[in-house]
């Protein structure tokens, strides 16, 4: 038709907007109004961190440790505290992880006796619904008992300290397991019964089945949930300036490397932003700025993690689950 | 998951492991008595200056954990034995945990704040309190004041050293206005005080900045003043033991009390025994 | 073995909760059913628990939280409310009629706003909002006229709720959005072949199928929201007073605290038996809510349950 000098009749991409009703009309326009200041928002808050954090990070802020200096301003840096929240974040997935899996894989694949199951699921939204303070005084409580000693350090008087990286990291696990639990019940639930009743017709015990199929097919979803477990251990402040100490940099418990830093404390981004802002008493606003915009960093890199991993789950037995 | 996902965890835990261990680097062979303390937040600063220099002056004599939680889990820690020193910004409460021995380390101005759009000169110990009871409620009432409106009163929270401190010698009998805001730390109550200017609350003497610190009977709130004695609104830092203080800790806490090179970093921001 | 873990998991929130319980005992035993009323003025009973120390008297356990309570409920119920309407608009706005490139960046940019610590959200509120609402919006005649029960500065209610409302959005946001893209295309094409324009088939069809995931969404913000302790306790005035509706439009301005500020405000004096009680108290009310929510959304969803997409 080009050939001939003649245009096609250009179609409409979008029907006209004046066929539409007038109740339709508005909820378009409230939809657009509701974006628009979403995008403005959130430009907002990311641009005010951007350039509060860039204007006072500096590379030598990352790779030093806190000073113990009244100018807190112009001293030290957050080396200790980065660690820190790692060390927690590690610690704290490593707990949730095998729980929040093996929970759900005992709710979906046996889940008897029946009150029981419904038991364990109602535990688990409670815990998802705790506020993170009350995790925490109640940590503290539990982890000031004697019992429990070996997770700290006992000072001399035999009275337990209560606060480390590993009372910290449990209190965390915690918060992280219903994300673990929920993404791994789904992922289970997703998948079709034809792949459990192939394993079985091959002869493979439930166990073998749970071990070597079920869960192997379920690890993305596994991961993005530890990962989304990983990204509210990182940002959560109360647990980490109730149960961690908030030390200035990592002190370890003794002098035997690596157990000791465990029972020692320590602080983590979180706590640091915390003491450095108003709201704490270092009167360092500037650092607090610095740290924060670290933080979004890392959490920007735990979602991107979210995103591949999901990405890469989209050949997976999972997406064939799905209608 | 593949490989080289798999390795790349594996190298990023073990990068966190090394980290972890090697980054404390004072995890020395030798077993060194641990000084514990823990408390409050103001005076958790001075601590752990005093400890490097101590270590300075006396290294390898022991080892220290300084964490903070405020003067009351400071006072209840060392009570229940949890740690060896509580440090604390309020003078000794009836309803403190029996056998404990307060031990002065410094001082502490506190200074009352206003906006910087309402530089009062100075308020003297009667205006003061009729302020912040709430008798007087109007800056037109308080001669000096650079503007007119009701006086926002900004305090501490009921834990809070300072505030005890602000009670007992600004007040004395008299009691904050049940109208007050309450904030958490000084630097809440510091931007409270920036952003509204009918303001008026107290601070810990570093935290005057982008505010106006009130002379206080005359006298202006800072650090020379406080040092001479001249200004009267200084408060006490402690570091409670419990019972009389023995051993390492007790070394530490004469070395803070006498030695000349304490009592120096004292001097920078705080005011010295001596 | 693995049923030997899952108990271990209950047994530990079991623990929590009988933990939580045993200790808000001695408050609700020495004030009864008063500890959900008003008994005069909350902070002027907090000083005096914190004040007594170890060795409090019955008189000294007197505790009415009712300005606590509602407080929490304005500020959880106004935030969740404004919130799910935001989200849901803001979901439909990119899912159906953002443009393209306008959709990849919002999605990521709502999931990291989810995970900024409340920290920084309560500078914003006392750096930003307070001074913003203290200078242009409360005039000095309002302060006046209530000068002799409460200050009117920045910080109250209309901060909280406002900075409360940004926190809490982002999340209902993310699973409304991943809800309604997991709406088979099919419903939606097949509305539209029948002559439906795009609005009315993404409100009908999509948003009815997504209910589940939409109330589990507004579940989930409002335990955010009741949990939220450190942004409230920076910005929300301080006070434990009961905001008055029928004070008109002052009733915006006034200055409130949520039940999670001030447990997080009393944490440090949390060794003086009375505080201890009443701030376990008050743990436990904030506890036995979340319960009472996630019971709540079980029940609704059960009915939703025909024609919904899992949330």
Redesign the interface.
Known sequence: MAALGLRAPRRKRHESLSSWRIRDRVGLAMCWLAGLTLCAIAGAIVLYMAVRGVQYLRPELLLSKPEATMDQSRSGGFLDPIVGTLLLTVIGIAIATPLGVCTAVWMVEYGRPRWLARLVESGIEVVAGTPDIVIAIFGLALFQQGIFSWLSFTSADGAVFGRSFLTAGAAMSLIALPMVFGSTREALEAMPRQLREASYALGKTQAATIRRVLVPAARPSISSGAVLGMGRIVGDTAVVVVLLGATLRIDPSGSLPGVDVLRGTGGTLTSYVYNNSPAGEGNAPEKAYAAAFVLLIIVMALNGAVELISRRAGGSVLAQGRT | ?SRRTRAAIAAA?AA??V???S??TH?????KP?I?A?GS??V???A??L??GYLRQHPGRVKF?????????GV??VG?????IGMSSRDP?????TGLVFNKIARDAVCVITNSANPIANLSTAQIQAIFSGTV??WSQVPGAGLT??I??VTR???SGTQDAFQKIFLGSKTVS???????????V???VK?????VGYVSL??VRDVHAAAYNGVACDLRNAKSGAYGGVRNFWMVT?GPATGPVRTFINWVQNSSRAQAIVG??WVPLR | MLGALAVVVLLVIALMLTFVAIRAWPAFQHNGLHWFGAQGDVDQQISTMVNTGANPSPADYRFGAWPLIWATILTTGIAVVVGLAFALLSAIFIVEFSPLALRRVLVPVVRLLAAVPSVVYGLVGILVLAPFVGDHLISSDRRTSVEFVIQLSGPGLLVSVVVLTVMITPIMIAIIVEALHAVPRSWKEGAVALGVNRWRAMWTVSVRVARPAILAGAVLACARALGEAIMLSMASGGKGFAPNPADGLTFVFEPLRPLAATIVENVESINAPAIRANVYAMSLVLLLSTLTLSFGAWMAKRSMRRYGVAG
Do not use: E, W, Y
């Open positions: 998951m835990c966190t492991a980290a972890a261990v980054l404390p995890a020395a062979a030798a077993s641990t514990t823990s937040t103001s958790a600063p001075l752990f200056q400890a490097r954990r300084i964490a903070q939680g405020g003067s009351d889990v209840a820690d229940a034995g949890r740690v060896s409460k009836p309803s403190d945990p409620r109007d409106g009701t926002d009163i929270t009921p834990a049940s109208t007050a805001s309450a904030k958490a730390s000084n630097g809440l510091q931007q409270a952003s509204d200017r009918n303001a570093d935290f419990r920078t921001h």
